[in-house]
C-alpha cells in the first residue's frame, strides 16, 4: 500500500540519484560522508540518528527533520522518546521551531498508527 | 464563509492541540511561555505583536509571519504600518528575505479586503 | 508554451509589483539596490550572479536560488559551472543544504532540456 | 571621561567611514539606507529601535545588539521595557541567543549607572 | 588553582545572576525551562548534553558550545565521543562550523589534561 | 617581520593540525574536501575563493572571512574587486553583516599595506 511516507522516500531517492549522477567527484564525497557519519563509531548509530534529528530541527530543515524522524522511528526509538529530543532542539532553537515540530508531531503520528 | 485565512487558522490549531496533548511537561510549558511573552508587561501587547513580526521576518520563518500579521491586524496596526517595520525586517535582514516579504505583502491584501 | 519556469517567473513578477506599489520609498530602494548590486562593476555580473546562487544556497532561500539558476544559466554559465558553485554551498553550508540542492539540480535538468 | 561605550562608539564610527571611503556606490546606498530604515515614516523612530534590537538579537549579532541598545536608550526607553523587548527574542530565539542576552543585561547596568 | 575554566564558569555564573536579577517573569521561566529540558525525563540527561552540544554547534554558538563541552565531560563522555557528536555537526552545518569545533578540540584537550 | 596576518594563519594551523590529529576518519575527510572544492574543476580556483568568501560573510563568520580574503588576495583579486563581492553579501545578507564587514574592510586595508 502506497502512503506518504513511501512517497517522501521515493522521491527523495529520486532526487538523490540524479545529484549522484550529475555531481562533481566532490559532491560523490560530500553524500558519501554524509551516509559514514551516521554509522558504527565509537557512538551507537541510533544515537546518532537523535543527534542528526536535532541539528536538523534547530537549522529548520522539514526534508532533514522528516528523514531523521523515519530513521530515529526505524532505529526503534519511541515517539515519547523522539518528542523528548525535539524539545531539547525546541528549548535551544525558539518558538520559531514550532512550525517544523507541529509537522514533525504529525510525521510521529502516522509512524505511531502504522502508516 | 470559508477563507485561505480560517484554513490557515484551523491547521495551526489542529497541529497546536496535537502538540499539547502528545507533549512533555516541557513542551507545554515552552508553549505557554510563547503565549505569555507577548501578553501585558511594561510595554504594550500590540507593540510586542510587531516584534514579534519582525523576528519572525529575520528568521524567515512563513507560518510565524503569517501568525504575527494577523495578530498584528487584530492589534490595530495598518497595513502600512506593518509593511514599515517589515522595512526594518528588510534592512537588516537582506534580500534572503524578500521572498517571505512578498508573500506578507500578499497576506496583507487579503486581509485589508476583508477576505 | 507555458512552462515550470514561465509560472515561477509570472508568479515572481506579480508579486515584486505588488511590493512595489504598496511599499515604502525605502522598500523601492532597497529593491532598485537588490537589482544594481548584480550590474556591472569591476566584476562581470556573469560573476556575480554566481555569488548571489551561492549566497541563497547557503541561506537556504528556495526561490533565491531559483531565481539566480535561471540567471546564471541565461548568464551563459554551463550546469556543471553552476553545480560546481553549488559544491562550495555544500561544503560550507553542510548537508542541511541538500534538499535545496536536490531541487536545484531538478531546475537545472529543466534548463537542459529547454523545458 | 572616557569609557567602554564611547570606545565602542569611536570604533564603530572609524570603521564605519573606512566602509564609506573604500566602499562603491552600492556600498553607499545601502548605508545609507540603513540609516534612513529607523528614521519618521508612518511608525514612530523609537518603536523602530526596539525592532531594530529584537532583529538583531534573534540573529544573534553582538555589535548590532551594542548599537541598538544605545539607540533604544536614547530614544527614552527605560531598561524595564527594553528587557521585555528582549523577552521576545529569548522566547522566539530560543536558549541560542542567552549569551548575547547576557551581554546586553551588562551593557544596560552600565547604561542605568550613566557610565 | 584558577583556570580557564573557571574564569569562563565565573563570567558565565555572573552574568547569569545579573540576567535572573534584572530579567522579567519571562525571563525567569525561560531560564528555568533551560534548565529543566537536560533533566530526567524518558531520555538520559546525559544523552541530553549531546543533543544540546550538537545543537549549540551548529548554530555556532561558542560560548553554548563550551558549557555542553563542560557538561558532557562531567557527564562521563569521553573526549572521542565527543568529537564523534561534533563530526555530526560538522556534516550538517558544514565547513563555516570549523572554527567554532577547532576551539572546541582544544577545550578538550584542557578537560582531558585535567587544566 | 611577525604580523597579524602571521599570528591569524599561525594559530589557525595550529588548531586544524589539533583537529586533524585528534578527529575521527569522517573529521579528517571532510576537511580533505574542505580544501577540495577550492581547487581546479570546471570553474577557475580563483573564482571559488570569491565564492568562499561570500558564503562566508552572508553565514557571518569572521574567520572563515580572514582565510578568504587572504586567499582571494594571494589569488589576485584586487581590494575593489573583493569588496564588489562582497557588496553582494551585503544585500543578500543585509545590514546584520555589516560589522563583520566593517572588519573585512580592515584586513583588506593591511592586505594593501603589505602589512
Known amino acids: 500500500m502506497s502512503s506518504d511516507r513511501d512517497d517522501f522516500q521515493a522521491e527523495r531517492t529520486r ?3 540524479l545529484m549522484l549522477a550529475r555531481g562533481s567527484r566532490t559532491t560523490k564525497r560530500f553524500l558519501n560522508l554524509d551516509a559514514a557519519v ?3 563509531g565509537v557512538l551507537e548509530p541510533r544515537l546518532k540518528e537523535l543527534l542528526g534529528l536535532v541539528a536538523s530541527a534547530v537549522l529548520r530543515c522539514d526534508d532533514c527533520i522528516r528523514y531523521h524522524l523515519d530513521q530515529a522511528h526505524d532505529a526503534g526509538w519511541s515517539s515519547d522518546e523522539i518528542r523528548e529530543a525535539l524539545d531539547v532542539a525546541l528549548v535551544v532553537g525558539g518558538s520559531i521551531t514550532i512550525p517544523h515540530l507541529r509537522r514533525a508531531y504529525a510525521v510521529l ?3 505511531d498508527t502504522g502508516r
Open 15 to 17: 532526487l538523490q540519484e
Open 38 to 40: 551516521y554509522r558504527e
Open 109 to 111: 503520528e502516522e509512524l
